[in-house]
């Protein structure tokens, strides 16, 4: 299974809401963090082949990564958040999974 077959097949895993996403998270987890490196449409283009969220969720994520320098982008299985993370990647980003 390719790593974006991973992340589209992701059942109990959830993309994060942004109200309250660092409360009662247990698991693995997948964060961003910022970089000057890349626009804002770069990274929400990316968030959404990585976690199969909408273009508006995407841009809002890279916003609260901008101000905050990181953010919970997805919450599941270890080997999800791994595909995720390699699909941040991709472009350069700066993501690591962590429990």
């Given amino acids: 299974m390719t790593k974006h077959e991973m992340v589209k097949e992701k059942s109990s895993e959830t993309v994060i809401d ?3 996403s660092h409360r009662g998270l247990t698991g693995w987890k997948t964060l961003l963090f910022n970089c000057d490196c890349h626009t804002f ?3 929400a283009i990316q968030l ?5 969220c909408p273009y508006e969720k995407g841009m809002q994520l890279a916003n609260v990564v901008h101000h905050t320098g990181c953010a919970i982008v997805y919450s599941g299985s270890k080997e999800h958040c791994e595909a995720v993370s390699a699909v941040l990647e991709e472009i350069g980003l700066r993501a690591q999974v962590s429990q």
């Fill in 18 to 20: 942004l109200v309250d």
């Fill in 41 to 43: 449409h770069e990274v």
């Fill in 48 to 52: 959404t082949k990585a976690v199969g």
